[in-house]
C-alpha cells in the first residue's frame, strides 16, 4: 500500500511539473506572439430567433504559434490575465474588431472583455480612441463582460460600465446562468443584453425546469428592457425550443461557427437578406 501510495504522488508531481511548464511555456510564447503577429479574430455569427438574418457577429480570438500550434482561449487568455499581457492582447481585440465593423456595416460587433482590462481606468478612454480611429460608431461596438466583474470591486466596475454606456458603446452580460448571484447584478446595472450560457441552452430541452427557468429569465429581461442571445445553439430542437420562450437572437454551430472575416464575408453574401 506504501508503495503504492508514493507511486501515485510522484505520477501527482511529474503531472503538476508538466502543467506548471506547459503554463510558463505558455506565457513566454504569448509575449512573441504578440509581437509577430500571432493572434487572428475570428467571428460567429449572432441571428435572429425567427428570421436567422444576421444581427452581428462575436469577435474570439485565435492563436496559431509556429511550434506549439493552435492554443485555445481557454488557455491563453487566463495566462495573458496572470502575465499582464491582456491588456495588450485587448487592444488588439478591440483594434481588429472596429477594423472588421467598418466592413461589416450596420452589423454588431461584440468583443470579450476580461475583468482586468475592466479594472484599468485607462479603458473607456481606449475603447473611445479606437472607435474614432476606426471611423466607427460606438453602438456597434458590444462588450461581452461576466459577473466575476462584479466580485472584484463591484462599485469601481459599475462606474467604467455607466462610463462606456455614456460613451455609446452596449454592455452584454455573457455567461448568464453560470454565477451565482445573477438577479442581484442585473438590478445593478443595466445591461443591454443577456446572454444565456450554453449549458442552460443544452438543458433546455431535456428538463421541463431549466425551461421554465430561462424562460422566466427571458420575460424578465424583456420586462428590464434588455436583449436576450441563447448562446451554443446546436440542434434545430434546441432552436425550437429557444423560439418557443422568445428568445430574441440564437449564436451557435447550428446557424455557423466562428470563422475568419475572409470566410465570413462569403457566408454573409450566400445568405438571404
Ligand atoms: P465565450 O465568450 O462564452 O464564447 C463562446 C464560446 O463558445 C467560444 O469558444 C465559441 O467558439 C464556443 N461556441 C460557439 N457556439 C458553440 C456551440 O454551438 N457549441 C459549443 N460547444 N461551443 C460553441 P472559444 O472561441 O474557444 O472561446 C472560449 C472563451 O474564451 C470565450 O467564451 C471567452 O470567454 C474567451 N475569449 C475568446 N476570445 C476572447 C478575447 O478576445 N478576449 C477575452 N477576454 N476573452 C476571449
Ligand atoms: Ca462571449
Ligand atoms: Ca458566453
Ligand atoms: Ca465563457
Known amino acids: 500500500a506504501k508503495r503504492s501510495g508514493r507511486g501515485r504522488s510522484v505520477v501527482y508531481a511529474s503531472s503538476l511539473g508538466a502543467a506548471s511548464r506547459r503554463m510558463h511555456t505558455v506565457e513566454q510564447a504569448l509575449r512573441e506572439g504578440l509581437a509577430q503577429g500571432q493572434f487572428e479574430l475570428h467571428f460567429q ?3 435572429d430567433a425567427r428570421s436567422l438574418q444576421a444581427l452581428g457577429v462575436e ?7 509556429p511550434v506549439l500550434g493552435s492554443i485555445s482561449p481557454g488557455e491563453f487568455i487566463p495566462a495573458a490575465e496572470r502575465c499582464g499581457l491582456i491588456h495588450e492582447l485587448g487592444v488588439l481585440a478591440l483594434q481588429q474588431a472596429c477594423q472588421a465593423a467598418r466592413e461589416l456595416r450596420e452589423l454588431n460587433v461584440a468583443v470579450n472583455v476580461s475583468p482586468l482590462q475592466l479594472m484599468d481606468p485607462g479603458f473607456v478612454s481606449s475603447v473611445e480612441r479606437i472607435l474614432r480611429g476606426a471611423g466607427v460608431a460606438p453602438r456597434l461596438l458590444h462588450l461581452e463582460v461576466t459577473e466575476s466583474l462584479m466580485l472584484e470591486d463591484a462599485p469601481a466596475a459599475l462606474k467604467r460600465l455607466h462610463a462606456l454606456r455614456e460613451l455609446g458603446v452596449q454592455v452584454a452580460l455573457d455567461d448568464f446562468g ?3 448571484s445573477s438577479l442581484a447584478y442585473l438590478r445593478a446595472f443595466p445591461f443591454h443584453t443577456l446572454k444565456i450560457d450554453r449549458s442552460f441552452v443544452r438543458s433546455l430541452t431535456e ?3 431549466a425551461r421554465a427557468i430561462v424562460n422566466t429569465i427571458v420575460k424578465m429581461a424583456r420586462v428590464l428592457g434588455m436583449r436576450t442571445v441563447a448562446e451554443g445553439v446546436e440542434s434545430e430542437r434546441e432552436l425550437a425550443v429557444v423560439r418557443a420562450i ?3 437572437e440564437v449564436q451557435g454551430y447550428l446557424v455557423a461557427r466562428p470563422m475568419p472575416l475572409t470566410k465570413l464575408r462569403d457566408w454573409l453574401a450566400g445568405r438571404p437578406v
Open 246 to 248: 422568445q428568445c430574441d
Open 178 to 180: 453560470t454565477g451565482f
Open 207 to 209: 428538463h421541463a425546469d
Open 59 to 65: 469577435a474570439l480570438m485565435r492563436w496559431e504559434h
Open 45 to 47: 455569427p449572432k441571428v
